[in-house]
């Protein structure tokens, strides 16, 4: 396999198979309805709700690889023009719905390609996907890595999405007077919202395009588009700021949060208090289970919740991973190489520069797949897709 025979998450010509890990826009940067370039791989959810974010589209060319499975694919050697057979399985990525990590394998050896993901060590899903994963792999390593590098760097460190919840329950209840915003993209944080209305009871409250998205996903009806049915509001993250949260003030006391493993950067406005770690630190810490006690604890970096403004709250809600649920998935897969899929980013790190230490680049590679050559190993590319830094979703 040459490079340009995989893209993933990369929309430009030059490609047989394009792959699609999951449909936040950075990801779908070039894609539109009126693709003609080849077949699409994704899953199943990615599939469904493909339609509604691309209306028009030439369904014929989705192709659904269903996950835990592997499924087959047919390619043609640029450089002989011969056949070349390869295999992807499709893993959970616990990003957002219909999110998926690709593990590639072939004569070029193992490739895994994660997209954005969030495997907290803590969690039963992304157990199940770590079992699926060493399974798949059957004793062999992976050659490649490309990895969500989002939070790759030793300052991330946030607690589990479990737990970064209970923050946001506490917030909502120690305020019982006010409205309260919560920003969202159009995909993603789904489980949070199910969370705050289950433990609460209360419905919640969504844009059009949202509910339908909420449809298509089947969830339970808990999400409404009448104001007057509930006091929390999940809005487009772009729609979120202090100006609208003032606007909001001079009508109804309400709050915002913003779920995020980055901090919500806005300075306070001068002459307001910005208590960092609010009232709410106590219990955070009482509850966070994390990290673990792997004799590497980071607590003094240990983000809690913050006030930026009188009006809003940033909560480490993060759907990627942290740095060390990151430094935990690289000893897991033990890549031959390893790059970051963030690329174009202001705040970029290469994953080597910290996790160098974890990677086998000087060790022989024990893949075990037929007919595997070390040198092609070198010669495989996987195009990457590339996002801004403030764009992380
Ligand atoms: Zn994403």
Redesign the pocket.
């Known amino acids: 396999m040459e490079s340009g025979m995989i893209a993933v998450d990369r929309w430009t010509e030059g490609s047989q198979l394009y792959f699609l890990t999951?449909l936040?826009a950075?990801?779908t940067r070039g894609l539109s309805s009126t693709w003609a370039r080849g077949p699409i791989f994704c899953s199943r959810i990615t599939a469904k709700l493909f339609p509604f974010r691309f209306p028009d589209f030439n369904l014929s060319l989705l192709r659904v690889v269903e996950v835990g499975s592997w499924h087959t694919l047919s390619l043609v050697s640029l450089a002989t023009g011969s056949p070349a057979v390869a295999e992807v399985m499709a893993i959970d990525a616990h990003?957002?719905p219909g999110?998926v990590m690709f593990l590639f394998r072939g004569e070029f050896g193992y490739l895994l390609y994660t997209g954005?993901f969030r495997w907290e060590i803590t969690s039963e899903m992304a157990n199940i996907g770590r079992s699926m994963l060493l399974n798949a792999l059957n004793g062999s390593k992976v050659d490649v890595l490309y990895l969500d590098n989002t939070y790759c760097n030793p300052t991330y460190c946030f607690p589990s999405r479990e737990v970064a919840a209970q923050q946001v329950i506490d917030i909502i209840t120690s305020n019982p007077e006010h409205d309260i915003i919560i920003g969202i993209d159009t995909l993603?944080k789904e489980d949070l919202l199910l969370h705050i209305s289950h433990v609460l009871k209360i419905k919640i409250w969504v844009w059009p395009e949202r509910l339908r998205t909420m449809h298509l996903l089947g969830l339970p009806d808990i999400f409404t588009t009448k104001t007057s049915l509930t006091r929390i509001r999940a809005v487009p993250r772009y729609s979120f700021s202090i100006d609208t949260l003032k606007g909001l003030n001079a009508m109804r006391p309400t709050l915002g949060i913003m779920p995020s493993g980055l901090p919500w950067v806005m300075k306070p406005l001068e002459g307001e208090k910005s208590p960092s770690c609010s009232t709410f630190s106590d219990t955070f810490e009482s509850r966070s289970k994390w990290p673990p006690n792997d004799g590497n604890r980071v607590d003094q970096n240990m983000r809690c919740v913050e006030r930026f403004h009188q009006y809003i709250y940033s909560v480490p809600y993060s759907?990627h991973s942290c740095f060390p649920e990151i430094k935990e998935f690289v000893r897991l897969v033990q890549p031959l190489n390893m790059k970051g899929i963030v690329s174009l980013s202001s705040c970029y790190v290469d994953p080597v520069y910290y996790l160098s230490h974890l990677i086998r680049s000087n060790q022989p590679s024990h893949t075990t797949y037929s007919n595997l050559k070390r040198e092609d190993v070198g010669k495989v590319k996987v195009k990457r897709e590339s996002k801004m830094a403030n764009s992380k979703?």
Do not use: L
């Open positions: 999951h936040h950075d990801h990003h957002c999110s954005d993603g759907d979703a």
